[in-house]
């Protein structure tokens, strides 16, 4: 890989983690449309993820660690993690595509 293509994967991969980081500052509090649909008309209750047999947990609900959802350091920890892993099984994937060609 030429250093120049380098350079443009290390400012998007700088990019993706500034967005990290502030994204729990500036993402809204209050649900999204489909959500607060949901919630209005009662579905939201009716189909809790927790009766649905088969489908794991999320490892990180709502961006947060389950022992502390308010706390926006471990937020941040989360979606860094997060878009690592994303970057991660992309360049794999891409990986995989370019040794078959």
């Excluded at 729990?24 to 919630?39: F, M, N, Q, R």
């Excluded at 959802?69 to 993690?81: K, R």
């Excluded at 690592?84 to 099984?89: E, G, K, M, R, S």
């Amino acid at each position: 890989m030429e250093k120049k293509d380098m350079a443009l994967i290390g400012a998007a991969i700088l990019i993706c983690v500034i967005i990290c980081v502030l994204s729990p500052y500036i993402a809204s509090g209050d649900p999204d449309g489909l959500e607060k649909s949901a919630e209005d008309s009662g579905l939201a209750e009716d189909f809790a993820i927790e009766e649905i047999k088969g489908i794991p947990d999320a490892i990180f609900p709502d961006y947060a660690f389950a022992d502390n959802p308010d706390n926006q350091v471990l937020q941040i920890v989360a979606l860094v993690i997060g878009t690592i892993v994303t970057l991660v099984l992309g360049y794999a994937v891409a990986e995989v595509v370019r040794s078959r060609n």
